[in-house]
């Protein structure tokens, strides 16, 4: 079975804002390298947004 994930790219869960330790830019890069399928979303709603 394919390696799929779906990263949630456009509410407050991925902002520098709230995440200012993270590089999002990189950590997408990373995984569009180790998995077959990487899907973006604007929210996942599953925060609390």
Do not use: N
């Not at 804002?17 to 399928?37: I, P």
């Amino acid at each position: 079975m394919p390696s799929r994930i779906t990263a949630c790219r456009g509410c407050s869960c991925s902002t520098e804002r709230k995440h200012a330790e993270v590089d999002h830019d990189r950590q997408l890069e990373v995984m569009h390298s180790r998995l077959e399928y990487v899907k973006v979303a604007y929210c996942l709603d599953a925060c609390e947004c």
